[in-house]
């Protein structure tokens, strides 16, 4: 139980490195981070040690702080977090149920906000059961309006003209590798239904 603790906890901590130096979400909880960010008009990147020096110090220290924390309560607490886990699921689903609704409503005392809710849960409902990955959705849906932001900043420099993405090495450099690995994850995922269907590539 520790290892396996013990290496996530540190996957997270590593996640930031690459968000804070170079502005580069790594993780589904980066990717929130640096949305929070920009909201609050901070752009991680080289500058940022330099332009807002008090806040990374702080959040670093927060890392320290929060393990500190986790030991406090979770050696002494440790025998009722096991319990938690002896929860039968469908009273845990609506306990959490019942704890989102009353978080959502209380926000703005607005019932599209609960129809917001129960929409994207059961969204999540049938990604879960049709094995449709979650993950990439919520990069997207962070990530996805910031694209857009950039993409619209360059056909401006490129007069409405998508050649402006051609015209540098490093864009036909960059392009050149996502297709190459969108290409090769598809082409692994068919390789691997096939296989699993009974057939084989020569």
């Known amino acids: ?29 980066t990717a929130i981070l640096l949305g929070a960010f920009q909201n609050y008009g901070i752009q991680p990147g080289p500058q940022l040690f330099t332009a807002s020096a008090a806040l990374v110090w702080a959040l670093i220290a927060s890392l320290y702080i929060g393990n500190v924390m986790l030991l406090v309560l979770n050696l002494p ?32 005392q607005s019932a ?10 059961l969204l999540g409902v049938l990604m879960r059961r049709f ?7 919520v ?3 962070i990530l996805g309006p910031l694209a857009e932001a950039q993409l619209r900043n360059a056909m401006s420099i490129g007069e409405g003209s998508a050649v402006v993405f051609f015209q540098r090495p490093m864009s036909i450099t960059l392009i050149v590798i996502i297709v190459a690995c969108t290409g090769a994850a598809a082409a ?14 020569r």
């Open 188 to 201: 692994g995922e068919v390789l691997v239904a096939a296989q699993c269907g009974g057939m084989t590539f």
């Open 112 to 121: 599209f906000d609960l129809f917001l809710l129960y929409g994207i849960g």
């Open 77 to 108: 607490m440790v025998g009722l977090w096991v319990k938690l886990l002896k929860i039968p699921k469908p009273q845990l689903y609506a306990g959490i149920l019942i704890f989102a609704t009353v978080g959502a409503y209380g926000m703005r």
């Open 1 to 29: 139980m520790a290892g396996p603790e013990a290496a996530n906890n540190a996957t997270v901590t590593a996640a930031l490195i690459p968000l804070l130096t170079l502005g580069i979400p790594t993780s589904n909880t």
């Open 139 to 141: 990069v997207g849906m």
């Open 131 to 137: 094995d449709f990955p979650t993950a990439p959705v």
